[in-house]
């Protein structure tokens, strides 16, 4: 299209420049000679009506766009007045958008420091999804979208979910969080086949669990010590618990709920085989078994009680927790970090727990 518009242009200029030499009375018989043909090419078209290239309107637009709309009326043009006033309009609309548009369209590209970083948190980490990622992200104060964080792993031929699982929430549980605790039994076993019983709780609204203990033997004495331990825990933190639940298991003596409405905490069974009614619990469970537990190979009750207490710490004051915003049971998240200089020279330290089964990521100090 520019080619033939300069074609038209340097011909036309030509025919300009053999103007010059003409005299007023041979432009006015060529006027009167062009008008006739026009007239005649008019009247041979019938209905039909002339085509014109882009290149021709944008011609005739640059010649005629000056002149008054008056005076268009007076010329014989083989079109309105108005539609070349039109295409001038187009024109410099079309213009107008091609001067505005953006050099570099769409959202602005990633630090290559931050994409970095997500593949190695995805590469160190193979069970992590994107969602997880991208809370890691945020604890480490780097400001980003999970999808973008999605995207990076997609187009890298990572699995963005590898273990993607979707939690449904009661309208009990979102209304009651504050004062509900979950607790729970869950085993384990050691090398030398010895099963473990392991008591455990979720608080509702902040996600922090506490292991009670283990034992291979859940006896009502024990049981019930882990509920007065609970109690005590609970008032030296100033948390104030109404409507703990748990299941029907035959490892809660009558006197574990006894002893907790001595103190005016009244249980919640859930009920039979709706696992769902507690499903705060069997999410962190499922968490504890994957992240934990089958990675390690449990050799008595003191090596499981550190694993446990490893993670315990691990839980609460590191990883973050989608159903709380990406939030830390016992920290806030840390400011974002916006000044660029500082994003594109990331300094991330990895500090292990347990050998390398947790990962955690810190900004260097």
Same mark, same amino acid.
């Given at each position: 299209?520019?080619?033939?518009?300069?074609?038209?242009?340097?011909?036309n200029a030509f025919a300009l420049l053999r103007l010059l030499p003409m005299s007023d009375r041979d432009k006015d018989t060529e006027i009167l000679a062009l008008r006739h043909q026009i007239t005649v090419l008019e009247r041979?078209?019938?209905?039909?009506?002339?085509?014109?290239?882009?290149?021709?309107?944008?011609?005739?637009t640059a010649l005629l766009h000056r002149i008054p709309v008056d005076a268009l009326r007076r010329l014989r043009l083989p079109v309105r007045p108005e539609t070349v006033l039109r295409w001038h309009q187009d024109f410099m609309?079309?213009?107008?958008?091609?001067?505005?548009?953006?050099?570099?369209?769409?959202?602005?590209?990633?630090?290559?420091?931050?994409?970095?970083?997500?593949?190695?948190?995805?590469?160190?980490?193979?069970?992590?999804?994107?969602?997880?990622?991208?809370?890691?992200?945020?604890?480490?104060?780097?400001?980003?979208?999970?999808?973008?964080?999605?995207?990076?792993?997609?187009?890298?031929?990572?699995?963005?979910?590898?273990?993607?699982?979707?939690?449904?929430?009661?309208?009990?549980?979102?209304?009651?969080?504050?004062?509900?605790?979950?607790? /729970?039994?869950?085993?384990?076993?050691? =090398? $030398? %086949?010895? &099963?473990?019983?392991?008591?455990?709780? @979720?608080?509702?609204?902040?996600?922090?669990?506490?292991?009670?203990?283990?034992?291979?033997?859940?006896?009502?004495?024990?049981?019930?010590?882990?509920?007065?331990?609970?109690?005590?825990?609970?008032?030296?933190?100033?948390?104030?618990?109404?409507?703990?639940?748990?299941?029907?298991?035959?490892?809660?003596?009558?006197?574990?709920?006894?002893?907790?409405? /001595?103190?005016?905490?009244?249980?919640? =069974? $859930? %009920?039979? &085989?709706?696992?769902?009614?507690?499903? @705060?619990?069997?999410?962190?469970?499922?968490?504890?078994?994957?992240?934990?537990?089958?990675?390690?190979?449990?050799?008595?009750?003191?090596?499981?009680?550190?694993?446990?207490r490893e993670y315990e710490k691990y839980y609460n004051t590191h990883r973050p927790h989608q159903g709380i915003a990406n939030a830390r049971p016992l920290r806030t998240p840390p400011p974002a970090v916006t000044d660029q200089?500082?994003?594109?020279?990331?300094?991330?330290?990895? &500090?292990?727990?347990?050998?390398?089964?947790?990962?955690?990521?810190?900004?260097?100090?």
């Amino acid at each position: 299209m520019l080619l033939r518009l300069a074609y038209l242009g340097v011909t036309n200029a030509f025919a300009l420049l053999r103007l010059l030499p003409m005299s007023d009375r041979d432009k006015d018989t060529e006027i009167l000679a062009l008008r006739h043909q026009i007239t005649v090419l008019e009247r041979q078209l019938g209905d039909a009506r002339p085509r014109f290239s882009p290149n021709d309107r944008a011609f005739l637009t640059a010649l005629l766009h000056r002149i008054p709309v008056d005076a268009l009326r007076r010329l014989r043009l083989p079109v309105r007045p108005e539609t070349v006033l039109r295409w001038h309009q187009d024109f410099m609309k079309r213009r107008h958008a091609i001067r505005s548009r953006p050099r570099r369209p769409g959202r602005p590209r990633t630090v290559r420091s931050i994409l970095l970083l997500t593949l190695r948190l995805a590469r160190e980490n193979p069970t992590w999804g994107y969602h997880r990622i991208h809370g890691e992200l945020l604890v480490l104060g780097i400001k980003i979208a999970a999808s973008t964080v999605r995207q990076i792993l997609k187009d890298t031929g990572i699995d963005p979910a590898p273990q993607h699982t979707t939690t449904t929430w009661s309208a009990f549980l979102r209304s009651q969080a504050d004062a509900l605790p979950a607790c /729970d039994f869950f085993e384990t076993s050691t =090398l $030398s %086949g010895t &099963r473990l019983y392991v008591l455990a709780v @979720i608080e509702h609204a902040s996600r922090r669990i506490r292991i009670l203990g283990a034992t291979a033997h859940p006896t009502a004495s024990w049981v019930t010590q882990a509920a007065r331990n609970l109690v005590m825990d609970l008032e030296d933190a100033g948390r104030h618990v109404r409507l703990p639940i748990r299941d029907h298991d035959g490892k809660f003596p009558a006197l574990f709920d006894a002893v907790l409405a /001595d103190s005016g905490i009244e249980v919640v =069974l $859930s %009920g039979v &085989r709706i696992p769902r009614m507690n499903a @705060i619990m069997e999410r962190r469970l499922r968490s504890c078994r994957r992240e934990l537990l089958d990675r390690t190979l449990i050799w008595n009750r003191p090596h499981l009680l550190h694993a446990l207490r490893e993670y315990e710490k691990y839980y609460n004051t590191h990883r973050p927790h989608q159903g709380i915003a990406n939030a830390r049971p016992l920290r806030t998240p840390p400011p974002a970090v916006t000044d660029q200089a500082a994003l594109t020279r990331l300094d991330i330290r990895q &500090r292990q727990r347990l050998g390398g089964i947790l990962n955690e990521y810190h900004p260097a100090a």
